[in-house]
């Protein structure tokens, strides 16, 4: 199963093809004046092996995570902070992390195959790298090859590097629910495919190419996750056998969780009056992996929806006021819009509890534009 990591990353106004002298509060690049991430999207920095283009990059560490486990698994939103804000600047699908020592050769192999040394030019030419090395370059040099092989401790196809034209300034609090992310260059946060989904979502349509659409299919590939949910509840030692159940079935909606909601909303989709009931989801209103056991199991956190709303609601491109009113994500094109008949609104208003859950959809999930 992927993982998804965000990743801080220091912030380059060069495009990351070459250091740019950016501002550093902290670790390597408040040191040295530069970062090692600032080759990420070089021209040089691609190979190919095993007939498969690929880009290596750079990151700090991502600790205590399973990276080595998950080979050609990982999906890094690498996100750099600046200026009050924060923003994407670059997402590696199906990336393989190098950083282990078990990996050095292969990292040293990278430097020579793609002439990586070359770089130190880059870097020199910045005053502040001067500055910081006492205008003696030996002194650069030897701290230069020192750390030349952890430049290039990630790998990810060239099909699945995805690096904006102009970074995206991202909410927080929609991602993750937090006002802020971790900005440390050695801390990161994991999180599940809906807020990878809601990450890719907030590329304005402008700024997709080809390798962010083979991402967003890669991730709503393996958008389910209740398998892992499933795992989770059954090893939970705090929760009773009865609970445990009633969650499981929740999760996949069945069970009570289920046919509450048939009876909320008269067996019936709760926007197309659809009654067909193989088609009928039992989708929760706020996010399953944000929920605590009593939400999971609250029938009124969910909505009965055709698969396709469902679909889109889960992915926060449309969400419902108060009064019923569908809203609509600017992302969804005005032909996929009129292909679904979008917006409709749903057949009842939402009772306040209902509503409750809608208002944290509405301000963490739904993704405006």
């Known amino acids: 199963m992927p993982r998804y990591y965000i990743k801080p990353i220091f912030w380059n106004t060069n495009d990351y093809t070459k250091p740019s002298g950016a501002k550093a509060v902290s670790g390597y690049p408040k040191e040295h004046g530069y970062g090692h991430e600032e080759w990420n999207n070089a021209p040089n920095m691609l190979f190919t092996e095993r007939g498969i283009r690929f880009?290596?990059?750079?990151?700090?560490?991502?600790?205590?995570?399973?990276?080595?486990?998950?080979?050609?698994?990982?999906?890094?939103?690498?996100?750099?902070s600046h200026d009050g804000i924060q923003q994407l600047v670059g997402v590696a699908g199906k990336a393989t992390c190098l950083i282990s020592d078990s990996r050095r050769s292969e990292r040293e192999q990278l430097v020579k195959r793609l002439n990586i040394d070359q770089h130190w030019q880059d870097a020199w030419e910045l005053e502040k790298v001067r500055d910081l090395h006492g205008e003696n370059i030996k002194k650069f040099k030897n701290s230069w090859e020192q750390d030349l092989?952890?430049?290039?401790?990630?790998?990810?196809?060239?099909?699945?590097?995805?690096?904006?034209?102009?970074?995206?300034?991202?909410?927080?609090?929609?991602?993750?629910?937090?006002?802020?992310?971790?900005?440390?260059?050695?801390?990161?946060?994991?999180?599940?495919?809906?807020?990878?989904?809601?990450?890719?979502?907030?590329?304005?349509?402008s700024l997709r190419t080809d390798e962010w659409s083979y991402i967003q299919q890669d991730i709503d590939a393996s958008f389910e996750d209740s398998n892992a949910d499933i795992e989770d509840i059954k090893e939970a030692s705090s929760v009773a056998l009865t609970?445990?159940?009633?969650?499981?079935?929740?999760?996949?909606?069945?069970?009570?969780?289920?046919?509450?909601?048939?009876?909320?909303?008269?067996?019936?989709?709760?926007?197309t009056r659809c009654d067909q009931p193989q088609v009928l989801r039992a989708s929760h209103i706020k996010p399953w992996s944000v929920c605590s056991n009593s939400e999971r199991l609250n029938s009124r956190n969910g909505l009965l929806l055709v698969a396709n709303l469902d679909a889109l609601f889960d992915r926060g491109l449309i969400s419902f006021r108060s009064n019923g009113e569908m809203m609509v994500s600017k992302t969804i094109s005005s032909f996929t819009r009129d292909l679904l008949r979008l917006p409709k609104n749903l057949i009842r208003p939402p009772t306040s509890e209902e509503d409750a859950f809608l208002d944290y959809h509405r301000n963490h999930v739904f993704v405006e534009e």
Request: net charge neutral.
């Open 243 to 271: 609970t445990k159940q009633a969650l499981i079935d929740a999760r996949i909606g069945q069970g009570k969780f289920r046919q509450s909601l048939l009876e909320n909303w008269q067996n019936i989709c709760a926007v």
């Open 149 to 205: 092989n952890w430049i290039p401790n990630w790998k990810s196809p060239e099909d699945y590097f995805f690096w904006p034209q102009i970074p995206v300034t991202i909410d927080p609090i929609k991602i993750t629910g937090k006002k802020r992310l971790l900005n440390m260059f050695g801390s990161y946060t994991e999180i599940d495919s809906r807020a990878a989904i809601r990450l890719m979502a907030s590329v304005p349509m």
């Open 55 to 80: 880009r290596a990059f750079h990151t700090e560490s991502l600790g205590n995570a399973p990276v080595e486990d998950y080979d050609g698994q990982i999906f890094l939103f690498m996100t750099a």
